[in-house]
């Protein structure tokens, strides 16, 4: 459902200073997906889906081998159901994009990927990514 998935820039340069110049780097112990209307980039300017009214939220997942199972061919998937519930008043808008991101509002993007087909998300429309639906990889 959602598949070329890239890294952001500031992942970029947190993986190079740490493979290149012995850098530290701590992955997040819990990640957050968010779904966005305009796609993020690897600057992280896009355009959210808007939490005013929405009942939209980033949804939480613990970073570990359960909810990241091992990669295989260059890529990862989530190990786990991802729902987002379902929206209220005028909807979320047409969602074309999810992301990866290391708190649950602002935060530094890790990944972000356009969705296979926008959806437009109308209040009561509900959405959900089941098990090896996001994919992750080294583009």
């Known amino acids: 459902m959602a598949t070329g998935t890239a890294?952001?820039?500031?992942?970029?340069?947190?993986?190079?200073?740490h493979l290149l110049s012995a850098a530290t780097f701590t992955a997040a112990a819990t990640l957050w997906y968010a779904l966005y209307v305009i796609s993020p980039g690897d600057a992280n300017s896009g355009t959210e889906v808007s939490t005013s009214g929405t009942a939209y939220s980033r949804?939480?997942?613990?970073?570990?081998?359960?909810?990241?199972?091992?990669?295989?061919?260059?890529?990862k998937s989530n190990g786990v159901l991802v729902n987002f519930g379902?929206?209220?008043?005028?909807?979320?808008?047409?969602?074309?994009?999810?992301?990866?991101?290391?708190?649950?509002?602002?935060?530094?993007?890790y990944f972000y990927g356009s969705l296979d087909v926008s959806i437009p998300i109308l209040?009561?429309?509900?959405?959900?990514f089941p098990i090896g639906t996001i994919v992750f990889g080294l583009d």
């Open 59 to 75: 949804q939480s997942v613990t970073n570990n081998a359960t909810n990241f199972p091992a990669a295989s061919g260059g890529t």
């Open 7 to 17: 890294f952001s820039n500031y992942l970029e340069n947190e993986v190079l200073d």
């Open 123 to 128: 209040s009561g429309d509900s959405l959900s």
């Open 86 to 109: 379902t929206a209220t008043g005028a909807g979320w808008g047409t969602v074309g994009h999810i992301a990866l991101l290391d708190a649950s509002s602002g935060g530094n993007l």
